[in-house]
């Protein structure tokens, strides 16, 4: 299994609170949404607007992985896919769509809170990667092969590393499923020149001094000896071109002693920071004024928030207070569980 593994990966590089005030309700406006539901043709003027990812789509790009556990609880129960077209994700498609694709590749690290939408905007990222016909790399999030693994054993091919037997038949089976279409014609397509998107989230847990990985000696194992590690550290090098590398940092990657900063700088740490140096860094905020009316409206219109008070300029405005702007935060505030 892991031979098999390393040839998909190595061979890559070649080819709640509201005021009891009384105030007048207001009823949300529909430029909320978007019908326009291809990423290739987001600009501007869809920024702060959802659009609706299809029951197919959603099954090829999600069904291993890249939502947020929390945000997947709305998705099952509503029963529909809907991502906001932000600021950061069209900022990296431009980049993705004026790239010189016979230069080396260019890195693009999403950072920012925790909380604030980086996995979405990958979410984002990923459809119009397939959309516009790249094979995609995904990892959906680096730390759960470090602290939620079934097994981990020896490498049989790799001296002195250990092997997810496990995660890695799953991240084939995530692979298959993302690039179904282009692997049905393999062989055509790939006689061809297939740019290469890499999609990774909570890359800096690839550095990350911890793990739940002990050896019988009860040692940790690093995930610098794991070859998974190895492998996608190998896709994320710009010693290769006809590819572009979307990473994502974020504290939760790391252990609760080294959360102090969301900036890349920190959290890759002298090691991480020289593996992907240079890159280009997109910052992932708060809400704007714009977007978190957008979410508000669509919490309502899908009856996801259901209390009277949030349909009036007083309720939304504490919405607005006591959020923050933080997306998380506002979620949480209005999750109906």
Same mark, same amino acid.
């Given at each position: 299994?892991?031979?098999?593994?390393?040839?998909?990966?190595?061979?890559?590089?070649? +080819?709640?609170?509201?005021?009891?005030?009384?105030?007048?309700?207001?009823?949300?406006?529909?430029?909320?949404?978007?019908?326009?539901?291809?990423?290739?043709?987001?600009?501007?003027?869809?920024?702060?607007?959802?659009?609706?990812?299809?029951?197919?789509?959603? /099954?090829?790009?999600?069904?291993?992985?890249?939502?947020? !556990?929390?945000?997947?609880?709305?998705?099952?129960?509503?029963?529909?896919?809907?991502?906001?077209?932000?600021?950061? +994700?069209?900022? %990296?498609? /431009?980049?993705?769509?004026?790239?010189?694709?016979?230069?080396?590749? $260019?890195?693009?690290?999403?950072?920012? /809170?925790?909380?604030?939408?980086?996995?979405?905007?990958?979410?984002?990222?990923?459809?119009?990667?397939?959309?516009?016909?790249? $094979? $995609?790399?995904?990892?959906?999030? *680096?730390?759960?092969?470090? #602290? !939620?693994? /079934? &097994?981990?054993?020896?490498?049989?091919?790799?001296?002195?590393?250990?092997?997810?037997?496990?995660?890695?038949? &799953?991240? %084939?089976?995530?692979?298959? =499923?993302?690039?179904?279409?282009?692997?049905?014609?393999?062989?055509? #397509?790939?006689?061809?020149?297939?740019?290469?998107?890499?999609?990774?989230?909570?890359?800096?847990?690839?550095? =990350?001094?911890?793990?739940?990985?002990?050896?019988?000696?009860?040692?940790?194992?690093?995930?610098?000896?794991?070859?998974?590690? &190895?492998?996608?550290? =190998?896709?994320?090098?710009?010693?290769?071109?006809?590819?572009? *590398?979307?990473?994502? *940092?974020? +504290?939760?990657?790391?252990?609760?002693? $080294? !959360?102090?900063?969301?900036?890349?700088?920190?959290?890759?740490?002298?090691?991480?920071?020289?593996?992907?140096?240079?890159?280009?860094?997109?910052?992932? +905020?708060?809400?704007?004024?714009?977007?978190?009316?957008?979410?508000?409206?669509?919490?309502?219109? #899908?009856?996801?928030?259901?209390?009277?008070?949030?349909?009036? &300029?007083?309720? @939304?405005?504490?919405? @607005?207070?006591?959020?923050?702007?933080?997306?998380?935060?506002?979620?949480?505030? *209005?999750?109906?569980?």
């Amino acid at each position: 299994m892991m031979l098999r593994y390393g040839k998909y990966v190595f061979s890559l590089r070649n +080819s709640r609170c509201f005021s009891s005030a009384a105030s007048s309700e207001i009823t949300p406006i529909s430029t909320f949404v978007t019908t326009e539901a291809n990423p290739i043709n987001h600009d501007v003027h869809h920024e702060g607007r959802f659009y609706t990812i299809s029951e197919p789509v959603k /099954k090829q790009l999600f069904t291993h992985g890249g939502l947020p !556990r929390s945000f997947m609880t709305m998705v099952t129960t509503l029963n529909e896919l809907s991502l906001m077209v932000r600021k950061p +994700s069209l900022e %990296i498609i /431009k980049y993705l769509k004026e790239a010189n694709y016979e230069d080396p590749v $260019l890195r693009y690290v999403l950072y920012g /809170k925790t909380g604030t939408g980086k996995s979405i905007t990958l979410a984002h990222v990923l459809h119009y990667g397939m959309n516009a016909g790249y $094979l $995609l790399v995904h990892v959906p999030w *680096v730390p759960n092969w470090f #602290r !939620r693994f /079934k &097994e981990v054993v020896p490498s049989v091919l790799h001296p002195n590393k250990y092997d997810h037997p496990f995660e890695s038949a &799953e991240w %084939i089976k995530h692979f298959n =499923s993302q690039n179904s279409g282009l692997l049905k014609d393999l062989d055509a #397509r790939f006689s061809q020149i297939c740019r290469t998107l890499v999609v990774i989230d909570g890359y800096n847990g690839f550095f =990350s001094p911890k793990t739940r990985a002990l050896r019988e000696d009860k040692s940790v194992i690093l995930p610098s000896e794991f070859v998974l590690t &190895e492998a996608f550290l =190998s896709v994320t090098k710009n010693d290769w071109n006809n590819a572009a *590398v979307v990473l994502s *940092v974020d +504290s939760t990657a790391h252990p609760g002693e $080294l !959360r102090e900063s969301h900036l890349p700088r920190y959290l890759l740490n002298k090691e991480g920071f020289e593996a992907v140096d240079p890159f280009i860094p997109v910052e992932v +905020s708060n809400y704007t004024e714009k977007e978190i009316h957008s979410q508000i409206d669509y919490y309502i219109d #899908r009856q996801w928030l259901q209390q009277p008070k949030a349909h009036t &300029e007083q309720g @939304r405005a504490e919405l @607005r207070f006591t959020s923050g702007f933080h997306p998380y935060t506002l979620m949480q505030l *209005v999750a109906p569980y």
